[in-house]
């Protein structure tokens, strides 16, 4: 698990502060440009937004990843 799917699941278990909350509720709102902007800065956090948004399991996979950690 890399730094950005980390910081992903601490917003989705309503653990992060207020920076990485609104940063990934800013994320979850932005259309194609404005998330490919905010990549610039934070690729590993928009990948997991991403992966999250498309990829079958990949939430599953990361929620069992983090339990064991």
């Known amino acids: ?20 909350n609104n940063f ?11 998330l490919a902007r905010l990549g610039v800065g934070f690729p590993e956090e928009i990948e997991a937004v991403k992966r999250f948004r498309g990829e079958p399991n990949y939430w599953q996979d990361l929620e069992k990843e983090f339990k064991t950690v």
Not at 1 to 20: D, H, I
Not at 24 to 34: I, Q, R, V
Request: cysteine-free; hydrophobic content about 35%.
């Open 1 to 20: 698990m890399n730094k950005g799917e980390r910081k992903l699941v601490e917003f989705q278990y309503g653990m992060s502060g207020s920076f990485y």
């Open 24 to 34: 990934f509720k800013a994320a979850f709102n932005a259309d194609g440009y404005n």
